[in-house]
């Protein structure tokens, strides 16, 4: 199911290792299909600086409890995890030896979805969040800016069936975003599973 070496990024103030290849290619076409399909996607108003517009992006959440997630304004309330977010959650957490409740899934259309710079810093995190992000589809560009030293910047592409681990101060020192690209771009899933206790 796995292969593939991990990459510590090296950041300062962070703690974040790139796996490129988590999932093999057939098993990533396989759950890239299975998702878009059954995930039940939704699409939410999002209010940023006292403006109010659709989020440029579909969301779910799913998790194994039923505790809601805020964001941005937005409280989601969770689905049960369906048989292959199940799997995807238990090859991660035997990777690296955490248990995670809750899966936020992103469906990114186009080039023209994106999500700006933000930290999963929510109080529901607590305040060292584990972040485990995995990619199917598309691949797209993500980018890091340090919160405190903004020349302190990096990026990275992130592959069909990778998975991107950010723990320790990361959340707290750094910001994140996945930015418009005029790029023709086909679909992206990105799933971010989390500890919501």
Known sequence: MLFGS???LNMKDADVVYYPHFFNNELS???FKSLLNNIEWQEDNITVFGKTYLQPRLTALYANN???YTYSNITMQPKAFTKELLEIKKAIEKEINT???TCLANLYRNGQDSNGWHA???KELG???IIASV???AERIFHFKHK?????KTKIILNHGSLLIMKGNTQNCWLHQLPKTKKRMSERINLTFRIIA
């Open 66 to 68: 039923k505790l809601s």
């Open 127 to 129: 305040t060292q969040p």
């Open 29 to 31: 076409n396989s759950y």
């Open 148 to 152: 405190y030293e903004p020349q302190l």
């Open 99 to 101: 248990n995670f409740t």
């Open 6 to 8: 991990k990459i510590n």
């Open 120 to 122: 999963d810093d929510e």
């Open 135 to 137: 990619t199917f589809g």
